[in-house]
């Protein structure tokens, strides 16, 4: 009898250090998801965000991507130190653990700067959303969608605000 063969080349730890991963990134699309259909809308007008508020935002989003990138390259490497046989397997799993974990600190430690709504569960990617789910301030005030917005006249000073995302 032939003993089954095992795979343990570099390109089986890459492949693992990927689907961790990907398997990251899908569980927190799902509960951006959940998030988004619990939505509330508010009536009353939001004067806008100050610009030192607004910068703050995009240095947490910059930050997170930064991180996103790190951890990618981290288990990269460590991956293929695996697959060379510089290192153990279980160093590639605790790579991958540690950045994933930083990954879902800093992504969960976002917050509106009015409500202190957690941006994190925002189906948006790395960016600022436009606007904050709960009392909606506009947060982005940089983007074409919101100079469209305001062009148009949809959260306007008087009455109700309608939807903007």
């Not at 990907?22 to 939001?46: D, E, H, K, M, Y």
């Not at 981290?74 to 060379?84: E, N, P, R, S, Y």
């Not at 948006?124 to 959303?129: E, S």
Request: glycine share 12%.
């Amino acid at each position: 009898m032939t003993e089954p063969k095992v795979w343990t080349g570099p390109f089986v730890w890459i492949l693992l250090g990927v689907g961790a991963l990907v398997g990251t990134a899908l569980a927190l699309r799902f509960f951006a998801l959940r998030s988004s259909i619990t939505r509330t809308f508010r009536s009353a007008p939001q004067a806008p965000l100050a610009e030192e508020e607004v910068a703050r935002l995009f240095a947490w989003a910059k930050q997170g991507l930064r991180l996103y990138i790190g951890t990618w390259v981290a288990c990269g490497g460590v991956g293929a130190a695996v697959g060379a046989r510089l290192l153990p397997p279980g160093v590639l799993a605790a790579t991958a653990l540690v950045g994933v974990g930083v990954l879902l600190w800093h992504q969960f430690s976002g917050k509106c700067p009015r409500c202190a709504f957690q941006l994190g569960l925002e189906p948006r990617g790395f960016g600022v959303p436009l606007s904050c789910p709960r009392c909606r301030v506009v947060l982005n005030p940089r983007s074409p969608l919101a100079a469209l917005v305001r062009a148009l006249g949809v959260a306007n000073e008087g009455g109700a605000q309608r939807p903007v995302d």
